[in-house]
């Protein structure tokens, strides 16, 4: 019998409720200049036409297969495309986004160039805004093209790609499957799973490749999007990933004292600046909190002595951010409040304005 030949990649995809988008997502993928490829998605229960969409491109084009399981969750539509995967490398896809036709090619050259376990590139968070999908502001997410051969020299440097918001998604990344797989790497099931699952690849990665151009397309501010909703979790969130931080620093145990610092300071400025997007979240209006509990939530946060070590190291890197910072470091609740409202107001309200602020944040 004939051995099944390894594609160059295998480029997945989980689809939920996403019938609007996801012909575009796909028509993005089957456009690459590169071919050798298979494109595992998977359905995880939508409700509405996106399967049969699949489907029915999976019908023209053999590269597609499409499986069909119950509603698990993104992590576990992926996990289950993981098991089956056959390509020498893994790229993972969302469904309402987009990518660049050279994006495959390019990021499957730098890996064999280089023998890399991991390649990183920028992307582009395009925020809609105003009426229909015509008015978007976007914003470049990149950083220097650089080759790192050892741990210890990503180590060192991982704290600029932190600072860039580069190591936190896994769409703008090609992973090594025989790395992935050798450390048992898998997406937890849980809501935002893209965090730790990247700082797992990171925690023992040895071979990384970063190139300065962008491909991929990150469509933010639709309303059906899961960054946009109220969260009553957020700040129990927030804490687990600020553990998970300070885990990966202290596990990587970094030898150059001025990289080190510099790390801590990242990792301190980001729980920081997270913080006031958790009071932020407190006061959306779709938050079932009365006034009253609202600002109780709000002391509590406050009050955390992880709030005040944060903030004695961090070092805000934009006036907006060290004006937003002032009521939490004066632990003022009503200010707080107060700025909870505005930055909420903007955010619905503004969207392009808050985008730009985020942005230089």
């Known amino acids: 019998m004939e051995a099944v030949r390894e594609p160059g990649i ?17 028509e993005s993928i089957l456009s690459q200049t590169m071919s050798d490829f298979e494109f595992i998605i998977v ?31 993104a992590p576990s539509a992926r996990n289950r495309a993981i098991d089956i995967a056959r390509g ?26 280089h023998g890399a376990q991991l390649v990183v590139t920028g992307y582009y968070i395009d925020t809609y805004y105003g009426d229909g999908d015509t008015e978007k502001y976007t914003q470049l997410q990149t950083a220097e093209d650089a080759v790192y051969e050892t741990q210890e020299a990503f180590r060192e440097s991982a704290y600029t790609l932190f600072d860039r918001n580069l190591l936190y998604t896994p769409w703008n990344k090609l992973y090594r499957s025989s790395y992935l797989q050798e450390k048992g790497l898998r997406f937890p099931e849980t809501w935002m799973d893209d965090f730790p699952f990247n700082l797992s690849v990171v925690r023992e990665v040895e071979s990384v490749v970063v190139s300065s151009k962008a491909y991929y397309h990150f469509m933010r501010a639709r309303a059906e999007s899961e960054t946009a909703k109220y969260r009553s979790n957020l700040y129990e969130k927030r804490e687990e990933e600020h553990d998970w931080m300070l885990d990966l620093y202290r596990y990587w145990n970094i030898r150059n004292d ?15 600046e997270r913080i006031v997007g958790c009071i932020e979240n407190v006061t959306n209006p779709n938050c079932t909190l009365s006034s009253k509990e609202r600002k109780a939530e709000i002391r509590r946060i406050l009050e955390n002595p992880r709030v005040s070590e944060a903030l004695s190291h961090a070092r805000p890197k934009s006036a907006y951010m060290r004006l937003m910072l002032l009521p939490v470091k004066w632990k003022n609740v009503t200010l707080c409040y107060a700025e909870g409202i505005f930055i909420s107001a903007v955010k619905r309200r503004h969207v392009k304005t808050f985008a730009k602020l985020k942005a230089n944040r």
């Open 88 to 113: 020498k490398y893994f790229y993972f896809m969302d469904s309402d986004d987009w990518a660049e036709p050279s994006m495959l090619e390019d990021m499957y050259r730098l890996a064999e160039e």
């Open 258 to 272: 001025a990289a080190r610092a510099a790390g801590m300071e990242m990792v301190f400025r980001r729980y920081a």
């Open 43 to 73: 359905d995880d229960g939508t409700p509405d036409r996106s399967g049969e969409i699949c489907d029915e491109y999976a019908a023209k084009d053999s590269r597609i297969q499409v499986i069909h399981k119950e509603n698990g969750g």
């Open 10 to 26: 295998s480029v997945i995809m989980p689809v939920y409720k996403v019938e609007k988008y996801v012909g575009k997502a796909i």
